[in-house]
């Protein structure tokens, strides 16, 4: 299957690219390379012998969405991953993110309605859920739009509400809603993996820095939560795990709408992920407690069951893969891509 990948230079769309190559589908990547690198195309080389074809532009752009049809299609699916993420800056900046977040939904749908798409995937995110009597969460405990704390979290509310009702007007078209719960990991080969600009917001790249020397210790957001340690607890998942829900959904995708969720189901805290962290280096890693961080609930996590009943998918790396494997990127690419 020919696949369109909006924003597939990133972290998610890279990997899930390398998962693409290797069930034999054909991505091509529309990407501005605002949070990435052009580098990615020849990791992906290696990795899968097989090169990805990159287009660099603006997926809010008709004219240029319709030039990467024109050039590389015709595309069966769509997979949107554009976006902006950070959840701290969406509160700073929320028109930046609702101008962005849904611009690009609408300019891909425009053009891949008029151009035949059959699929639509969208990334969404665990974060459209918050309520912790809803714990574990199922697809049915999404919030209201006015009841989620961040712009972020709302554009993908927006957009999920957006590709239901142009999903009402199109019944032929597939729509999959994948809410991601915390990606984590990187390619087993060490040459593909998270790349964040700055210091890193997340707390899985924020331990890989302090482990490389880059930053000098990891604080731990609050030790007073109701979980077994005191700490956060969250769904990290493997970012291969993830991007081979990608291709599950896109082979098993069919008209409607439906959303998953895309996790593990299994809460891991943050000293538990840091004790992880420092059994893959082999020493400890220097970590003081800190106040909790404004806006942090104390455990997200959701049940997967959903997608591996209707898609046969199942995350299966453990907090152990994720962390080796992180710390495998770092230490081949302690400067990131382009360092
Ligand atoms: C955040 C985003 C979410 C996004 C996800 C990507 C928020 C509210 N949500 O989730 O939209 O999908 O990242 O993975 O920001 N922590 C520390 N020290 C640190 C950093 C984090 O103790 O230096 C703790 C946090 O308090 C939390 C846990 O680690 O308990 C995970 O934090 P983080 O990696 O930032 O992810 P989320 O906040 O769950």
Not at 18 to 37: F, K, Q, R, Y
Request: aromatic share 8%; hydrophobic share 40%.
């Amino acid at each position: 299957m020919r696949v369109l990948l909006a924003g597939g230079a990133g972290y998610v769309g890279t990997h899930t690219a390398i998962a693409l190559l290797e069930a034999g589908h054909e991505p091509v990547m529309l990407d501005d390379l605002s949070n990435t690198s052009r580098v990615v195309t020849e990791r992906v080389a290696e990795i899968t012998g097989t090169s990805v074809p990159l287009v660099v532009g603006d997926a809010a752009d008709d004219e240029i969405i319709e030039s990467v049809f024109d050039e590389h299609g015709p595309f069966e699916a769509i997979i949107h991953f554009a976006a902006l993420k950070a959840v701290g800056e969406s509160v700073e900046r929320p028109l930046d993110y609702y101008a962005n977040n849904l611009d690009t939904t609408y300019a891909l749908l425009r053009v891949g309605l008029a151009k035949g798409i059959r699929s639509f995937v969208f990334s969404s995110t665990g974060t459209v859920y918050s309520d912790p009597a809803d714990l574990p969460f199922t697809e049915e405990a999404t919030r209201d739009l006015v009841e989620l704390s961040n712009p972020y979290s709302k554009s993908k509310l927006m957009n999920e509400t957006v590709l239901a009702d142009v999903q009402n007007a199109h019944p032929e078209l597939n729509v999959t809603l994948l809410r991601y719960f915390n990606p984590v990991g990187a390619h087993e080969s060490g040459l593909v993996g998270e790349d964040p600009k700055g210091v890193p917001n997340n707390l899985m790249p924020f331990v890989a820095r302090v482990a490389v020397g880059v930053l000098p210790e990891v604080g731990v957001f609050g030790d007073d939560y109701d979980t077994p340690d005191g700490t956060g607890q969250r769904d990290y998942i493997h970012v291969v795990d993830l991007a081979e829900g990608h291709v599950k959904a896109l082979e098993n995708a069919h008209p409607g709408l439906v959303a998953y969720n895309l996790g593990t189901g299994n809460p891991v805290s943050v000293l538990e992920l840091i004790t992880s962290f420092e059994k893959a280096v082999g020493r400890e890693l220097p970590k003081a407690m800190k106040p909790r961080r404004a806006g942090d609930l104390a455990a997200t996590y959701c049940t997967p069951i959903k997608a591996e009943r209707a898609l046969g998918w199942k995350a299966t790396r453990t907090i152990d893969d994720m962390t080796r494997d992180v710390w495998n990127w770092q230490q081949k690419n302690p400067g990131g891509y382009e360092g």
